[in-house]
T-cell receptor
Framework: SAVISQKPSRDICQRGTSLTIQCQVDSQVTMMFWYRQQPGQSLTLIATANQGSEATYESGFVIDKFPISRPNLTFSTLTVSNMSPEDSSIYLC?????????????FGDGTRLSIL | SQQGEEDPQALSIQEGENATMNCSYKTSINNLQWYRQNSGRGLVHLILIRSNEREKHSGRLRVTLDTSKKSSSLLITASRAADTASYFCATDGGTALIFGKGTTLSVSS
């Protein structure tokens, strides 16, 4: 299974600033995903990061707020822009196992973000 | 949108007891996965069960799937304090996963 490294593991940020989260995979993967987990809640998909094209965002998430880059098949970044306390969450990246979906998705350890 | 709904939301048991968590979902699936999350960290994959499978085992874990009832259960036998965590079921929403709300399991020694 893929090994996923996510940085930073946690951060405390000031309101109005932006933070970029990095996700590195030890093998080439077609699909990478970014999820948000608000305090005490489950995971919600933010977007699918596509290599060589724009990310596909879920309802309620927009590119201006959560710009995503996917420069190659092993790396992606998620930026949380103009942060407010409501953005305090754990952000997780994951990779799809196989295109048929019958291999498990694996997750990074997440980035715990607190906004003051 | 969330597809899986876990039941119960919270479960407290003693070490050595069995823990059963249930998950219901709404639409047809290719597979269903169970994950564990310790103290707000990343998710650890436990078991994937395909839609044509009815039961799967992995160590002390047993997962069942009933596609006619659109439900799954996760059984942890002989629980340990280290099993204390949140458990989530997730169904394939095409390519990305759709997660349930999770069950918080507390195992006391």
């Amino acid at each position: 299974s893929a090994v996923i490294s996510q940085k930073p593991s946690r951060d405390i940020c000031q309101r109005g600033t932006s933070l970029t989260i990095q996700c590195q995979v030890d093998s080439q993967v077609t699909m990478m995903f970014w999820y948000r987990q608000q305090p005490g809640q489950s995971l919600t998909l933010i977007a699918t990061a596509n290599q060589g094209s724009e990310a596909t965002y879920e309802s309620g998430f927009v590119i201006d707020k959560f710009p995503i880059s996917r420069p190659n098949l092993t790396f992606s970044t998620l930026t949380v822009s103009n942060m407010s306390p409501e953005d305090s969450s754990i952000y997780l990246c994951s990779v799809a196992g196989t295109p048929d979906g019958n291999q498990p998705q694996h997750f990074g350890d997440g980035t715990r973000l607190s906004i003051l | 949108s969330q597809q899986g709904e876990e039941d119960p939301q919270a479960l407290s048991i003693q070490e050595g007891e069995n823990a059963t968590m249930n998950c219901s979902y709404k639409t047809s699936i290719n597979n269903l996965q169970w994950y564990r999350q310790n103290s707000g960290r990343g998710l650890v994959h436990l078991i994937l069960i395909r839609s044509n499978e009815r039961e799967k085992h992995s160590g002390r874990l047993r997962v069942t799937l009933d596609t006619s009832k659109k439900s799954s259960s996760l059984l942890i036998t002989a629980s340990r304090a280290a099993d204390t965590a949140s458990y989530f079921c997730a169904t394939d929403g095409g390519t990305a996963l759709i997660f349930g709300k999770g069950t918080t399991l507390s195992v006391s020694s």
